[in-house]
């Protein structure tokens, strides 16, 4: 029985790897990436630094742009802002029910976004992430359209990532990897404060 089940297992990693072998032999486009990680669920932004954090380790040049974070003791900045290899922008107003100020709010995005663009249009920056963006398109914070042309006009090769919740349409369209993280359980919801180090 567990040579018969040994054999089957074996005949169904060769064919599998096959499979992946052929996959990958016909993804022969050299690009960069528009990755937009969207929904509802925790981990968007770690998983952004994630790939900031892979991406320093090869020695790639990286910019980050922060909208809405700031006032918070942000573990991700306090890792990379000094990293020669990082570029760090903060937008600093905090969170928009905090503010409560609509138009700050919209100065502090455009000017943001400025530094934003820079990076977008900096081809010796390998790797760009802009973390909650999502969210000043849908408050209406940053014209949808510079945006959507920014993104689409940047150098070939440099990859971007962009974090929130409620992603637009057109940025979906624009993407080459969208990833959704649902939200299953949260601990905030049974009234457990956020922890350093897993929240923030």
Excluded at 42 to 71: D, E, N, P, T, Y
């Amino acid at each position: 029985m567990s040579e018969d089940r040994n054999a089957r297992h074996k005949r169904a990693m060769q064919r599998k790897k096959e499979y992946i072998d052929g996959r990958i032999a016909e993804a022969t486009i050299d690009k960069g990436l528009l990755v937009v990680l969207t929904g509802n669920g925790k981990g968007k932004s770690s998983s952004a630094f994630g790939m900031l954090a892979r991406s320093v380790g090869h020695g790639l040049h990286c910019g980050v742009v922060q909208f809405i974070k700031g006032k918070w003791d942000c573990g991700e900045q306090k890792l990379f802002q000094a990293n020669p290899l990082v570029e760090f922008h903060v937008m600093a107003t905090g969170f928009t029910w905090d503010t409560q100020d609509r138009e700050a709010d919209i100065a502090a995005a455009q000017s943001t976004w400025e530094q934003a663009k820079k990076l977008l249009a900096d081809d010796s920056c390998n790797v760009v992430i802009l973390d909650e963006l999502t969210y000043m398109l849908t408050y209406g914070y940053l014209d949808k359209d510079d945006v959507l042309n920014a993104l689409q006009s940047r150098p070939d090769k440099q990859h971007v990532i962009i974090t929130g919740r409620n992603a637009s349409d057109e940025l979906l369209e624009l993407a080459d990897t969208v990833s959704e993280v649902g939200e299953t359980k949260h601990a905030f919801n049974a009234g457990v404060k956020v922890q350093l180090g897993i929240d923030y």
